[in-house]
């Protein structure tokens, strides 16, 4: 049986001396997050569009990229023509969010939406339906290794009433201190999209983690249905 939980390794913590090294190892995960920061919405730089047509043509799954850059209205595209196929975009940096998502859409790639950790959900009811995923922040972006906050539990279980109230079904995806600790809670509360840098990178056999993470979700997932 295939399991609705996807793991995304974000490769902020992979070596990047050896990244197609590390790709390699994680060939087992659904996706792979590249986190895009430009030193001016988050306090880090990191990654840009060479770099995602790499990953791109070191793996087969899906290439998701977070956008932490205060202009995604412009430069959306850069990625697109990369190689992203689900490209997310911080609601607190979109001028005109809808036009950013049917954008997406009408070349053929995924739309996400991001919260910060004190946006409210509740600004996601005028998206919902029209996103193929939200992705939640459980830390505020910019860093990889830091604690996990907590009250990202009850925010999932508000986000999955408001896409129940809205009978609409994206994909639901968490970042930051994910971890073998957590999973299990973050499936039973709503996620569907583990996203995992340090946790699985600064282990000794990543695709262990992968493996683990999900099916600690998925336990998580059953035992919430049952
Ligand atoms: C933080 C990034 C995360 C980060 C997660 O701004 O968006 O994707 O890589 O790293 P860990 O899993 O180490 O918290
Ligand atoms: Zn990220």
Redesign the pocket.
Known sequence: MTSLIKVSP?I??ADFLNLGEDLDRVSNAEMI?V?V?DGHF?PNLSFGTPLVAAVKQRTRALVDV?M?VTNPDETVDWYIDSGADLISVHYEAARDLHGIINHLHSRGVLAGVVINPDTPVSVLADVIDDVDLVLV?S?Y??????HFIEETYSRLRELVALCDEHDAYPMIEV????SLSNARELGACGANVL?????VFNAHEPSMIVRELRDLAAIGLNGRKG
């Open positions: 974000s902020l913590a997050h986190d920061m988050v977070h932490m922040m830390v972006p910019g860093f990889g290794g830091q970042d930051g201190g994910v996203v995992a840098g340090s946790a």
